[in-house]
C-alpha cells in the first residue's frame, strides 16, 4: 500500500521536481533510487528505468526494459488494472502475462470521457478518435464538426452503450471512467480491450492534469504531451507560490442544494485544493474526504451561512444572476456571499469546464487568485470562475 | 336412505389462535335429509344458516359432532371426493367476460377430467342434458355475462346438476330473482328432484314461496335448536311463528 | 371461438413472431447486409469477427431475452389477473418488481456510500451483482406474501397487503435514493429503464431455461386456473385446494417476475396488457388456450417494442420500459373500448 503513494509525496517538493521533468520516456537512465525499487505488482524483480507519475494517484507507471507498465486503480470500484505499454513487439517473460499488452501508438479508439478526447484534439490526433459518448454535452467545436462529419461517433447515451456500433468501430482500445458499473459491464461484453481511466477521481489537481501524460504514451506523441504537462506544472506552481502561509485568508464554502441535499466537496478532494492553493479558507477542509459529502441545509446554515466566499456552478444556457440563485431558495438570499456579493460562479453550460478546465488548472487557480486575492493578479482575464454579475437591480 | 345426516353437530367459531375461545351459533343439530328429498332452510338473520351451508360444504370445520354425506362422513373425504359427493350454488357473481354457458356447465365435469380438461363423448352427453334439464340448452353459446339474474341461476343449476353429484346444496338461489323468476326456479329444482331423485338442500328468505314446494323445511333461530318437519305441520304448530318472531307473526 | 379459427390465429401469431426474430436480426443500428447475416448465421464467419459478433454476442442474445421475457411477463399477468378476479393486476401490483428495485437500490447505494469496500471486493458489482439483488429483494417480497397468504382469508386482503409491500419498497427505496451520490442514482435509474440486452450469451442459457421451467409450469396449472375463474368457493367446491393453488400461482408468477426483473430491469406494462389482448384476440377465458395465446402475444409485444427501441435517432438507448408503455397502454384502452362496445350490444 505505502509504496503506491511515495511518488506523490516525493515530489511534492518543488526542487525535486524539477530535477525528474527533466526525464524523458526514451532516456535510458539508470537511477539510484529507482533500481532500488521493485515493482511490487508482480512477483519477479524487474529492473525500473524510471518512474514516471509525479502527481497522479490512481495510476503508477513504471518504466521498464520491455515498455511502460501502468497499474491503474479506482477507489470507486476496489478495481486495479494492469497495463504493459509496448512500442514494438517484444518478447516478453510470462510474469507479464497478467499485463493487458497494448501495442503503441494506437491507431483508432474510443474515449468515452471528454478529458480523454479533448488532449487527444489538442495534440492534433483526432483522427485516432472512433467514438465518444454523450454528444448531446459536447461543448467543443471541433469535436462537434467530428460529429457532425460522422468521422467519430457517439457510442453511448445516458449511460446505455450502443453495442453493435462500438463493435464496428473495431477501436485498439476503450478509455472508460470506472464510475458506472452498469455501463462498464456492456462495455466487457463487447470483448474489446479496455483501460480504465480513473482521472476524475484524483484530487489534486496537477494529479487530474497529469493524465495527459498518459495520452502521449498511447499515441506516440510523449514529446509534446510531456512539455504541456512541464508547462501546466511550472505555471501552476508559479501561482501557487504567489499565496503564503501568512496571508490573510477569507473563508468560502461550496455549491448548492441538489435533491435537498448538499454535496459539498471533501476537505481533501480536488476543489478543496484549489481553494487551498489559491489562498482561501474553506470550511469543510478539515476533513479527510476526497469525495463530495451530503449535508443538510440546517448544517449549512449554521456553519457556513457566514462564509465570505461562496462558490457556485450552474448548468443552464441562460443568464444566471442573484435573482434566479434566489428563486432557489429563499435562504441563499441570507447567505454573507449573497448579501455581499460575493458568489464565485461558473457555468458549466457556456464554458467548456467540463472538457478542459482538467488541463488548464492554472488558469482554474489564477481565476480564483484574481477573485480571492485581486491585487495578485491584476490583469487576468476570468476564463471558467467569476463574481456571479448583479443583472438585476436590487430591491 | 339418508343422504345427509347431522349428527349432534355444533357450528360456530373458533376464535384466531386462541382455540379454548369458541362461538356457538346454535344448540347442537341433529338432523337428515332423505335421498330424493328437496329441503329448505329458513329461519331469521344471524341463525347461521350460511355457517351450517359452510360447514356442510367442508369449507368450515364443525366444532363437534359429524356430518355423514351418503353414508361416510364428511371429515374423511379429501377435496376430490367431496367434489364428486356434493355440488353448491353460490351467490357469489361470476364477471369473467368470456365464459360461455357452455365453459361455465362443463366446469361441473372437472372433477373427473384430467389436466388438459378433454371432455369425452359421455362428458358432452351430461353437459348436454344438464343443460337440457335447467331449461338452458339454447344458450350454451351464448356469454354468460350477458345473461338474466333467472337464466344466470339456471345455468349454474346446470353446472351443479353436470358435476353429476347425489348431493345439492343451493345457498340463497332465489334471493336476485323477480316474483316469477322464484316461481320458475323453485318449480325447476322440485322437478328435478322429482326426476333424477337429487338430494337438494337450499336456504331461502321467501317462506311463502318454499311452503309450498319442498319437503321437508328446517328452522333456524339464534339459540334456538334446529328443528324439522313437513311446512305443514310447522305452520300448524305455530314453530314458524316462534321462529320468525312477533313481527312476523302480525304480518302473517 | 371454432378450432379452425383457433389454430388459424395461432398460425398468424407464429409467422408474426417469426418475421419479428428475422427483423430483430436483420436489423440494428449497425447495417449488415442481409446476405452477411446469412452467411454468419447459417455458414461459417471467417473474416467476420465484427459482425460475427454483433449478430452471435448481441441481435440474438437480445432477441432471446425479449422473446423469453415478453413470454414470461405476459404469463405472470395472466396468472396474477386470473388469481385476483382482476383485470389491473400485473407482476408489479404485488411489490415484486418493487422488491426487486429495493434489492438493486440497496445494492449500488450501500455499495457506494456505505460499505463500498466491502461489497465491492467481494465482487458484487456488475451486472450479476445487480441481478442477484434484484433477485434477492424480488424472493424477499415474495416470502413475505407468501407468509400473509397463509393468515388471511380473502384474496382481496392478500391483494391489500402486496400493495402495501410495493409501497413501502418504493418509499425505502426513495429513501436510499436521498442519501446517496449521483452516479448511484444514475446507476440506478439505468437499470430501471430496463433492457433486453443486458444478458451476455454466456448467460443466456440460464435465464431461457429458468424461464422455460416457468412457462411448462404454467401450462399445468390450467385447469386450476379454469376453475380459479369462477372465484374460490366454486373452485373449492371442484375439488381444488384453493390455499394451495394461491401459493404455487404466487410462487410462479413472482419467479418469472424475479428472473426477468433480475436480467432485464423492471419491464412495465406488458403483464398487463398482454392478458388483456389475448382474451379479446381468442375471445376465451379457458387458460388452456389463454396461455399460449399469452406468450405469443407477449414474445410479439416484446419483439416490437425491441423493434422500436432500436429504430435510428434512438440507437438502442430509448428505454425499453417507456416503450412498453407506450405501445401497450393505447392497445388495453382500445381493447377496453371495443369490449365496452360489445356489452352494450347485447344488453
Given at each position: ?6 511518488n ?16 524523458r ?5 539508470l ?8 515493482f ?6 524487474h ?9 497522479a494517484q490512481?495510476?503508477?507507471a513504471?518504466q ?5 507498465l501502468?497499474?491503474i ?22 510474469d ?7 501495442k ?6 474510443i474515449?468515452?470521457?471528454?478529458t480523454?478526447w479533448t488532449?487527444?484534439l489538442?495534440i ?6 472512433l ?13 462537434k ?10 457510442v ?12 464496428s ?12 458499473e ?10 474489446l480491450?479496455?483501460?480504465?481511466w ?21 499515441t506516440?506523441e510523449e ?48 476543489l478543496?485544493?484549489?481553494?487551498k ?11 479527510n ?11 449549512i446554515?449554521?456553519?457556513?451561512s ?8 450552474h448548468f ?7 435573482e434566479d440563485l ?7 438570499a ?6 455581499n ?11 467548456a ?6 488541463f488548464q ?9 484574481a ?6 493578479l491584476p490583469?487576468?482575464k476570468p ?13 | ?20 375461545e ?10 337428515f ?6 329441503v ?7 341463525a347461521g344458516?350460511?355457517t351450517?351451508f359452510?360447514?356442510?360444504?367442508g ?10 354425506i351418503?353414508g361416510?362422513?364428511l ?5 376430490h371426493?367431496?367434489s364428486?359427493?356434493?355440488s ?9 367476460a368470456?365464459l360461455?354457458v357452455?365453459?361455465?356447465v362443463?366446469?361441473?365435469?372437472y372433477p ?10 359421455l ?18 353459446s351464448?356469454?354468460?355475462k350477458?345473461?338474466s339474474d333467472?337464466?344466470?341461476q339456471?345455468?349454474l ?5 353436470a358435476?353429476d ?15 316469477p ?29 318454499i311452503?309450498?314446494h ?10 334456538m335448536?334446529l ?5 305443514k ?5 305455530k314453530?314458524?311463528?316462534q321462529?320468525?318472531g ?7 | ?6 389454430v388459424s390465429?395461432?398460425l398468424?401469431?407464429g ?6 426474430m428475422?427483423a430483430?436480426i ?8 442481409p446476405q452477411t ?9 471467417e ?8 449478430i452471435w ?20 399477468g ?10 389491473l393486476?400485473?407482476?408489479?401490483i404485488?411489490?415484486i418488481?418493487?422488491?426487486?428495485s ?11 456510500s456505505f460499505?463500498?469496500t ?14 442477484l439483488?434484484a433477485?434477492?429483494?424480488?424472493v ?16 382481496v386482503?392478500?391483494l ?8 413501502l ?5 426513495g ?7 449521483k452516479e ?6 439505468i ?10 450469451r454466456?448467460?443466456?442459457?440460464y435465464?431461457v ?13 390450467s385447469k386450476?386456473?379454469?376453475m ?37 430491469g ?6 398487463l ?5 389475448a382474451?379479446?384476440?381468442?375471445k376465451?377465458s379457458n387458460?388452456?388456450?389463454?396461455i ?8 410479439i409485444?416484446a419483439l ?7 429504430l ?5 438507448s430509448l ?26 350490444i347485447?344488453?
Amino acid at each position: 500500500m505505502p509504496s503506491y503513494y511515495w511518488n506523490v509525496k516525493i515530489f511534492d517538493d518543488m526542487a525535486t521536481k524539477d530535477l525528474f521533468s527533466k526525464f524523458r520516456l526514451g532516456y535510458i537512465f539508470l537511477w539510484l533510487f529507482a533500481v532500488s525499487c521493485q515493482f511490487e505488482v508482480t512477483d519477479n524483480k524487474h529492473v525500473i528505468i524510471n518512474t514516471l507519475m509525479r502527481h497522479a494517484q490512481m495510476i503508477k507507471a513504471e518504466q521498464v526494459e520491455y515498455g511502460i507498465l501502468l497499474e491503474i486503480r479506482s477507489p470507486y470500484t476496489n478495481e486495479v488494472s494492469h497495463y504493459l505499454l509496448q512500442d514494438s513487439i517484444t518478447q516478453v517473460p510470462d510474469d507479464f502475462t497478467k499485463f493487458q499488452k497494448i501495442k503503441t501508438p494506437l491507431k483508432g479508439l474510443i474515449a468515452l470521457s471528454s478529458t480523454q478526447w479533448t488532449p487527444l484534439l489538442k495534440i492534433g490526433k483526432e483522427h485516432l478518435i472512433l467514438g465518444i459518448s454523450e454528444s448531446g454535452f459536447v461543448y467543443d467545436s471541433v469535436m462537434k464538426e467530428l460529429l457532425a462529419k460522422g468521422s467519430v461517433l457517439d457510442v453511448m447515451k445516458n449511460g446505455i452503450l450502443d453495442f453493435e456500433k462500438t463493435i464496428s468501430l473495431q477501436p485498439e482500445l476503450i478509455l472508460y471512467s470506472p464510475g458506472l458499473e452498469v455501463s462498464i459491464d456492456q462495455l466487457k461484453r463487447t470483448g474489446l480491450p479496455l483501460f480504465m481511466w480513473p482521472d476524475y477521481l484524483e484530487n489534486s489537481p496537477l494529479g487530474r492534469a497529469e493524465w495527459l501524460r498518459v495520452i502521449g504514451w498511447l499515441t506516440g506523441e510523449e514529446a509534446v504531451t510531456e512539455a504541456w504537462f512541464d508547462h501546466i506544472e511550472n505555471e501552476y506552481f508559479k501561482l501557487k507560490s504567489l499565496i503564503s502561509d501568512t496571508m490573510p485568508k477569507a473563508t468560502i464554502m461550496s455549491d448548492k442544494a441538489f435533491n435537498e441535499q448538499w454535496y459539498v466537496p471533501g476537505g481533501k478532494s480536488y476543489l478543496a485544493t484549489i481553494f487551498k492553493d489559491a489562498g482561501a479558507d474553506y470550511i469543510w477542509k478539515g476533513n479527510n474526504i476526497t469525495g463530495s459529502v451530503a449535508l443538510d441545509l440546517e448544517t449549512i446554515i449554521s456553519q457556513a451561512s457566514e462564509a465570505d466566499f461562496w462558490f457556485v456552478t450552474h448548468f443552464t444556457d441562460a443568464p444566471y444572476s442573484y435573482e434566479d440563485l434566489k428563486n432557489e431558495n429563499e435562504i441563499y438570499a441570507g447567505f454573507k456571499a449573497f448579501r455581499n456579493r460575493k458568489i464565485i460562479f461558473c457555468n458549466t453550460f457556456r464554458t467548456a469546464y467540463f472538457e478542459t478546465s482538467q488541463f488548464q488548472p492554472h488558469v482554474v487557480l489564477a481565476d480564483f487568485i484574481a477573485i480571492l486575492h485581486p491585487h495578485l493578479l491584476p490583469e487576468h482575464k476570468p476564463v471558467y470562475h467569476q463574481l456571479l454579475k448583479e443583472e438585476i437591480h436590487d430591491e | 336412505m339418508e343422504m345427509l345426516k347431522l349428527h349432534h353437530l355444533q357450528i360456530g367459531y373458533k376464535a384466531q389462535g386462541k382455540p379454548k375461545e369458541v362461538r356457538v351459533l346454535t344448540p347442537p343439530i341433529n338432523a337428515f335429509v332423505n335421498k330424493g328429498e328437496m329441503v329448505a332452510l329458513s329461519g331469521p338473520n344471524g341463525a347461521g344458516k350460511s355457517t351450517l351451508f359452510r360447514t356442510i360444504a367442508g369449507m368450515q370445520p364443525a366444532l363437534d359432532g359429524n356430518i355423514e354425506i351418503a353414508g361416510k362422513t364428511l371429515s374423511s373425504l379429501n377435496l376430490h371426493q367431496l367434489s364428486r359427493m356434493l355440488s353448491i350454488v353460490f351467490t357469489d357473481r361470476i364477471t369473467d367476460a368470456y365464459l360461455t354457458v357452455f365453459d361455465l356447465v362443463s366446469a361441473g365435469r372437472y372433477p373427473y377430467i384430467n389436466q388438459w380438461m378433454q371432455l369425452s363423448k359421455l362428458d358432452r352427453q351430461i353437459i348436454f342434458e344438464s343443460m337440457e334439464m335447467a331449461g338452458i340448452k339454447q344458450f350454451a353459446s351464448r356469454l354468460f355475462k350477458s345473461l338474466s339474474d333467472g337464466e344466470k341461476q339456471k345455468v349454474l343449476i346446470a353446472k351443479a346438476l353436470a358435476q353429476d353429484t347425489p348431493l345439492i346444496l343451493l345457498d340463497e338461489p332465489s334471493a336476485f330473482l323477480d316474483y316469477p323468476s322464484k316461481l320458475n326456479l323453485l318449480k325447476l329444482l322440485k322437478q328435478l328432484c322429482v326426476d333424477t331423485q337429487k338430494t337438494i338442500l337450499l336456504s331461502s328468505h321467501d317462506l311463502d314461496m318454499i311452503l309450498k314446494h319442498v319437503d321437508t323445511l328446517w328452522l333456524m333461530a339464534p339459540q334456538m335448536p334446529l328443528v324439522s318437519g313437513t311446512p305443514k305441520q310447522l305452520v300448524e304448530n305455530k314453530t314458524i311463528d316462534q321462529y320468525f318472531g312477533l313481527a312476523f307473526e302480525e304480518n302473517v | 371461438m371454432t378450432n379452425k379459427r383457433l389454430v388459424s390465429v395461432f398460425l398468424l401469431i407464429g409467422l408474426g413472431i417469426i418475421i419479428l426474430m428475422m427483423a430483430n436480426i436483420f436489423w440494428g443500428s449497425v447495417l449488415i447486409d442481409p446476405q452477411t447475416v446469412i452467411q454468419i448465421l447459417f455458414f461459417n464467419d471467417e473474416g467476420l469477427t465484427g459482425e460475427s459478433l454483433i449478430i452471435w454476442d448481441y441481435r440474438i442474445p437480445q432477441l432471446l431475452v425479449a422473446v423469453f421475457a415478453g413470454a414470461g411477463l405476459a404469463v405472470a399477468g395472466l396468472l396474477l389477473q386470473t388469481l385476483f378476479r382482476n383485470p389491473l393486476a400485473d407482476p408489479s401490483i404485488l411489490g415484486i418488481s418493487s422488491g426487486a428495485s429495493l434489492g438493486v437500490a440497496l445494492l449500488l447505494f450501500f455499495s457506494g456510500s456505505f460499505a463500498g469496500t466491502v461489497i465491492s471486493s467481494l465482487g458484487w458489482i456488475g451486472s450479476l451483482g445487480i441481478s442477484l439483488a434484484a433477485m434477492a429483494g424480488a424472493v424477499a417480497v415474495l416470502f413475505v406474501l407468501m407468509a400473509a397468504s397463509s393468515r388471511v382469508n380473502h384474496i382481496v386482503s392478500l391483494l391489500i397487503i402486496g400493495i402495501m409491500i410495493a409501497y413501502l419498497a418504493g418509499a425505502l427505496t426513495g429513501l436510499l435514493r436521498f442519501y446517496s451520490r449521483k452516479e448511484d442514482i444514475q446507476a440506478f435509474v439505468i437499470w430501471g429503464m430496463g433492457t433486453f440486452s443486458g444478458v451476455s450469451r454466456m448467460q443466456i442459457p440460464y435465464f431461457v431455461s429458468a424461464i422455460s421451467v416457468g412457462l411448462i409450469f404454467s401450462i399445468y396449472l390450467s385447469k386450476s386456473l379454469n376453475m380459479l375463474l369462477l372465484g374460490e368457493r366454486y373452485a373449492e367446491n371442484l375439488g381444488l385446494n384453493t390455499h394451495l393453488i394461491t401459493r404455487l400461482i404466487i410462487l410462479l408468477a413472482g419467479y418469472l417476475t424475479a428472473v426477468i426483473t433480475a436480467y432485464a430491469g423492471p419491464i412495465a406494462f406488458i403483464g398487463l396488457a398482454v392478458p388483456h389482448i389475448a382474451r379479446n384476440l381468442f375471445k376465451t377465458s379457458n387458460h388452456l388456450v389463454l396461455i399460449p395465446a399469452s406468450i405469443g402475444t407477449g414474445i410479439i409485444l416484446a419483439l416490437v417494442c425491441n423493434l422500436i427501441a432500436r429504430l435510428p435517432g434512438f440507437e438502442g438507448s430509448l428505454p425499453i420500459n417507456a416503450v412498453t408503455s407506450l405501445i401497450g397502454a393505447p392497445f388495453v384502452i382500445a381493447v377496453i373500448l371495443r369490449q365496452h362496445k360489445s356489452n352494450s350490444i347485447v344488453s
